[in-house]
């Protein structure tokens, strides 16, 4: 099979998008999700994701790990999704899509993806960090020389420690520049090394951020090594609700391989 795709990035994070409303991709095929993920043998990405029909809604989200398996929420790759869906002439400048965790509402400004994230109500308190969902796990804790220290082994080492174990968390980084800036690195489960950066995990930590009273604002600038995003909330009877996650996403290029 030749297979078409097109390559995103959304902050450094990176994806193999396939349009698959004509139902072509062998979709159990974990090992072919892992080979086109591949650097040095596929295409190489963080991740695979299809777009698809839906009944409900303008398209279906279906997001793979690099390791093959179907996952969570994937919040920059809503965001490429959404711009891919815009350049396929699925939707236009707003849409409403279906991923794993429910619906997403998102809009586009120029090269802009503003993309609505799942409410949070539950925010747990460790004696070391935060744990939250915002449509994937996330471990949240501060972390001193954060520019210079070893995340794929200290990472992993949260990853699968206690109590996460198999299942596993992604864990987040974070310093603190200013009231409304924070720095964060981000070591993802399915990955299982460092990416550029990490959508439902600076989701996390602007809200975990918010939780700890570490920062007042009602929206937060996120420096990840692949640039910056920006994160609105607002909260209201200890939810926080209406967030949204908003970056640049750009289609990088168009390909064909066998497979």
């Given at each position: 099979m030749i297979l078409s795709f097109y390559k995103y990035q959304g902050t450094g994070n990176d994806f193999v998008l396939v349009d698959n409303r004509q139902d072509i991709f062998p979709k159990n095929d974990t090992k072919l999700v892992h080979h086109?993920?591949?650097?040095?043998?596929?295409?190489?990405?963080?991740?695979?994701?299809?777009?698809?029909?839906?009944?409900?809604?303008?398209?279906?989200?279906?997001?793979?790990?690099?390791?093959?398996?179907?996952?969570?929420?994937?919040?920059?790759?809503?965001?490429?999704?959404?711009?891919?869906?815009?350049?396929?002439?699925?939707?236009?400048?707003?849409?409403?899509?279906?991923?794993?965790?429910?619906?997403?509402y998102a809009t586009l400004e120029d090269d802009i993806v503003h993309l609505q994230m799942q409410d949070v109500t539950m925010i747990e308190d460790h004696e070391n960090h935060v744990f939250l969902d915002t449509g994937?796990?996330?471990?949240?804790?501060?972390?001193?020389g954060i520019e210079q220290f070893d995340i794929k082994k200290e990472g992993a080492t949260i990853r699968y420690g206690a109590p996460y174990f198999e299942e596993g968390s992604n864990v987040n980084f974070v310093k603190k520049i200013s009231d409304t800036e924070f720095r964060v690195r981000t070591y993802e489960r399915g990955v299982e090394d460092e990416t550029l950066s990490c959508g439902t995990g600076v989701t996390a930590?602007?809200?975990?951020?918010?939780?700890?009273?570490?920062?007042?604002?009602?929206?937060?600038?996120?420096?990840?090594?692949?640039?910056?995003?920006?994160?609105?909330?607002?909260?209201?009877?200890?939810?926080?609700?209406?967030?949204?996650?908003?970056?640049?996403?750009?289609?990088?290029?168009?390909?064909?391989?066998?497979?």
């Open positions: 086109l993920c591949e650097r040095k043998f596929g295409v190489g990405a963080d991740g695979l994701i299809l777009l698809e029909n839906d009944a409900d809604c303008d398209f279906k989200m279906v997001y793979y790990n690099s390791d093959g398996n179907e996952s969570t929420m994937c919040g920059n790759g809503g965001r490429c999704i959404v711009a891919f869906a815009n350049f396929l002439g699925v939707i236009q400048q707003e849409t409403t899509f279906v991923a794993i965790d429910g619906k997403h994937s796990p996330h471990h949240v804790t501060f972390k001193e930590v602007a809200l975990a951020m918010h939780h700890l009273k570490e920062t007042t604002a009602n929206e937060v600038l996120l420096q990840v090594e692949g640039g910056t995003l920006k994160v609105s909330y607002e909260y209201d009877s200890n939810a926080y609700k209406n967030i949204f996650l908003k970056g640049k996403a750009t289609q990088v290029f168009k390909g064909e391989i066998s497979c």
